[in-house]
């Protein structure tokens, strides 16, 4: 079968951040035809949370890998590339060989956008802000004819805010060091219905879901001004001024 071209590619570090950091945008492109395809660097072994009840610890490779595949199916990309990088340890890891490695998946799909982490890595996670890095050098490596827009994960006030009450309602003491951008570029606003299945993808997560997730559940204000929220950041785009239709934008 042929390869189609032309879509999104979403760069991520573990199974989970492409549902909770980038589900809507994802279902945006997904829904409207366009081919979207992930890479995921680790297999998240790392993040032993005690679930699902009656998991062990050995197993949460496997868990997490199935747990993605779910994912991958509810927001209905077209391929994972899940790589074996150890979680935790992707900054220790080959950096010429991972933008390499996203170099080829770039040569070889032709995305007219690609969505990584930036130098924040949404709230300081080592391995975000490796992969961002791996991803920013990849596109910047392509010749300038074939470079793909890229757009970097951003956080905002009004995502910082949402954390801290959603955490407030779950009766958690322990806050994410969020770091919230001056200005973003592209905030994606998701209806009732793309929530629900943001939520559907992000619950495919079982082992890795926070208390507050479940909390927040049944505050429907709360789950649409978090999950309903997605700010990116453009990093560079193919032509001047396409910074207003974003993402979307890039396929219109
Ligand atoms: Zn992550």
Do not use: N
């Not at 009766?171 to 919230?180: I, V, Y």
């Not at 950041?233 to 001024?241: F, I, L, P, T």
Request: proline share 5%.
């Amino acid at each position: 079968m042929e390869e189609q071209k032309g879509g999104l590619l979403v760069v991520m570090a573990h199974p989970d951040d492409e549902s909770m950091g980038t589900g809507g945008v994802v279902l945006r492109h997904t829904r409207a035809g366009i081919t979207t395809h992930l890479v995921c660097a680790t297999y998240g072994e790392a993040g032993w949370m005690g679930k699902p009840p009656g998991a062990k610890q050995e197993d949460l490779r496997e868990i997490r890998a199935g747990e993605l595949e779910q994912a991958a199916a509810a927001l209905g990309l077209s391929g994972v590339e899940l790589w074996d990088y150890p979680d935790g340890g992707v900054r220790g890891s080959d950096q010429q060989e991972i933008t390499q490695r996203v170099w080829e998946q770039i040569s070889k799909l032709r995305p007219r956008a690609v969505v990584g982490w930036g130098p924040d890595g949404a709230y300081g996670h080592p391995d975000h802000i490796a992969m961002g890095a791996c991803t920013d050098a990849a596109v910047a490596a392509m010749t300038e004819g074939e470079r793909p827009a890229l757009y970097h994960v951003a956080i905002d006030r009004p995502l910082v805010d949402f954390y801290l009450e959603a955490m407030r309602l779950a009766g958690g003491d322990h806050a994410l060091p969020l770091q919230p951008q001056e200005k973003v570029d592209v905030v994606i606003e998701l209806d009732a219905d793309e929530v629900q299945m943001k939520l559907r993808a992000i619950d495919c997560h079982r082992s890795q879901l926070e208390d507050w997730r479940i909390a927040i559940r049944d505050h429907q204000h709360l789950m649409q001004r978090g999950y309903g929220h997605e700010p990116y950041v453009v990093v560079s785009s193919r032509a001047a001024g396409l910074t207003e239709g974003g993402l979307l934008g890039e396929f219109a």
